[in-house]
């Protein structure tokens, strides 16, 4: 085994902590290619509904999300998992039984309340070796990837079956076995990784808040997925209406979405050999602007429709791979865990946020509206992407650290800083440890554990 590769334990944590999301974020993403259409046989249904019961799921996680990984970092990662895969499942089944859309709408901010995606990544991260953790992240965000593909194909499948009710009782017996992994799969973690990595706190957020280029990169993917739940309020009803019965909308889904990926990968490829980042993001985000805009336009066409959601797809893939990477290697070295916590809380905030939008424009006008007005939504972030600024390529790690006094702390983070390849240095005396980003081609880490003492 070399240091290059993960080891046995990293590998079966990868594997079944990437099991655990895939099958909590299916059971999410089976409900929005259906629940405008099968919920209509809901009492009280209406779009303005609609919109509240895919939102209601957003909200409840953006405001849960950080403090249940806090206290994941207090009791432990696994009860907190647990319990929040319990309350998903309580949420499925109150959704499952419901006879009102407003009910199920209880039943998604229930679900929402297991918020455990933060718990989850610092469980990995606890779970694998500095120079190993992005490897481990990589898998787990494909997983989510995968199971958005396999979600538009299940979705309509059962639904068409077994109506809404069918998806939410599918979603719990998935929250079941997710509890399994968890217990009987996922390894025991012998050593917590450092807080900086993991750990969001709220001090540090109100901080980062400040800081212009991750603002930009949190009202990214806070618009991002508002456009996406925003269209998904009324695409389904949208594809009926030109002709495309239920049953079949995974035949457009399906090679849409594959051929998004495929037409997404050579983007990135190019864009990271060629050092174009800046470049690919903007066009990215004026090809999700354009697509929404044409779909507003193309709207009665089942063709116009594919190619348009193409489009959309080939862009959001590229972005909702490349933003998180960017938050990780723009965020203070000893703030990572707070970043990504503040990152996450907006991604869930755009899904509720989509939700309200979609319904409220779909209740109050044209479904050609609600697609313009995802699309301007796509120009607001275009306008505020215009001027952000991609970092130089960069990982953090941290070290162990023995300090004596802050002065010590101090003086330690500026010959830290001044060694070659150290682009930022953080030394966090209460958690006695140092947090560096570097440039892995320059930096010496037998130097740096040299200058803290450990050599």
């Known amino acids: 085994m070399t240091a290059s590769s993960l080891n046995s334990r990293e590998k079966r944590a990868a594997v079944s902590l990437a099991s655990v999301f895939a099958f909590r974020m299916l059971g999410l993403f089976m409900l929005m290619p259906v629940l405008a259409i099968y919920g209509q046989s809901l009492e009280g249904f209406s779009p303005i509904w609609i919109g509240f019961a895919i939102g209601a799921y957003g909200l409840?996680?953006?405001?849960?999300?950080?403090?249940?990984?806090?206290?994941?970092?207090?009791?432990?990662?696994?009860?907190?998992?647990?319990?929040?895969?319990?309350?998903?499942?309580?949420?499925?089944?109150?959704?499952?039984?419901?006879?009102?859309?407003?009910?199920?709408?209880?039943?998604?901010?229930?679900?929402?309340?297991?918020?455990?995606?933060?718990?989850?990544?610092?469980?990995?991260?606890?779970?694998?070796?500095?120079?190993?953790r992005p490897k481990v992240m990589a898998v787990i965000g494909m997983s989510i990837g995968m199971s958005f593909a396999f979600?538009?194909?299940?979705?309509?499948?059962?639904?068409?079956?077994?109506?809404?009710?069918?998806?939410?009782?599918?979603?719990?017996?998935?929250?079941?076995?997710?509890?399994?992994?968890?217990?009987?799969?996922?390894?025991?973690?012998?050593?917590?990784?450092?807080?900086?990595?993991?750990?969001?706190?709220?001090?540090?957020?109100?901080?980062?808040?400040?800081?212009?280029?991750?603002?930009?990169?949190?009202?990214?993917v806070l618009l991002l997925h508002l456009t996406l739940t925003t269209i998904f309020v009324v695409l389904p009803s949208q594809l009926i209406k030109d002709g495309l019965v239920a049953d079949h909308h995974w035949y457009l889904y399906i090679p849409v979405l594959f051929l998004a990926f495929l037409l997404m990968v050579p983007i990135m490829i190019v864009a990271i050999k060629k050092e174009k980042e800046k470049q690919a993001f903007i066009g990215s985000v004026a090809l999700l602007?354009?697509?929404?805009?044409?779909?507003?336009?193309?709207?009665?066409?089942?063709?116009?429709?594919?190619?348009?959601?193409?489009?959309?797809?080939?862009?959001?893939?590229?972005?909702?791979?490349?933003?998180?990477?960017?938050?990780?290697?723009?965020?203070?070295?000893?703030?990572?865990?707070?970043?990504?916590?503040?990152?996450?809380?907006?991604?869930?905030?755009?899904?509720?946020?989509?939700?309200?939008?979609?319904?409220?424009?779909?209740?109050?006008?044209?479904?050609?509206?609600?697609?313009?007005?995802?699309?301007?939504?796509?120009?607001?972030?275009?306008?505020?992407a215009w001027k952000m600024q991609v970092p130089p390529k960069s990982k953090v790690i941290s070290l162990m650290t023995k300090l004596d006094s802050e002065e010590h702390a101090q003086v330690l983070a500026s010959q830290l800083v001044a060694l070659p390849g150290v682009i930022e240095a953080t030394v966090v005396r209460d958690e006695s440890r140092s947090y560096l980003k570097i440039n892995d081609k320059e930096f010496d880490l037998d130097q740096a554990r040299k200058v803290a003492g450990l050599i």
């Open 60 to 132: 409840t996680q953006a405001v849960l999300q950080i403090p249940m990984g806090r206290l994941s970092d207090k009791i432990g990662r696994k009860k907190v998992i647990v319990g929040g895969l319990v309350v998903f499942a309580i949420g499925s089944i109150v959704a499952a039984l419901a006879d009102s859309i407003q009910m199920v709408t209880v039943g998604r901010a229930l679900q929402g309340m297991g918020a455990i995606a933060s718990a989850l990544l610092a469980f990995a991260s606890d779970l694998s070796r500095d120079e190993q």
């Open 151 to 220: 979600a538009m194909l299940l979705g309509p499948i059962v639904a068409a079956s077994w109506g809404i009710a069918g998806v939410f009782w599918l979603t719990a017996i998935l929250a079941v076995f997710g509890i399994f992994i968890v217990t009987m799969l996922v390894p025991k973690a012998v050593n917590k990784a450092p807080k900086g990595d993991t750990l969001a706190s709220f001090s540090d957020i109100k901080k980062l808040i400040k800081h212009p280029q991750l603002a930009r990169l949190n009202a990214g």
């Open 289 to 384: 602007t354009i697509s929404m805009l044409a779909m507003s336009v193309w709207v009665n066409s089942v063709v116009g429709i594919a190619v348009c959601m193409l489009l959309y797809f080939v862009a959001f893939n590229f972005l909702e791979a490349t933003m998180p990477a960017l938050v990780s290697r723009i965020a203070p070295a000893s703030q990572k865990g707070s970043a990504m916590g503040g990152y996450s809380s907006s991604q869930f905030l755009g899904a509720f946020l989509g939700g309200m939008l979609g319904g409220y424009v779909a209740q109050t006008t044209t479904t050609q509206a609600v697609f313009a007005a995802a699309a301007l939504v796509g120009l607001i972030w275009l306008i505020i």
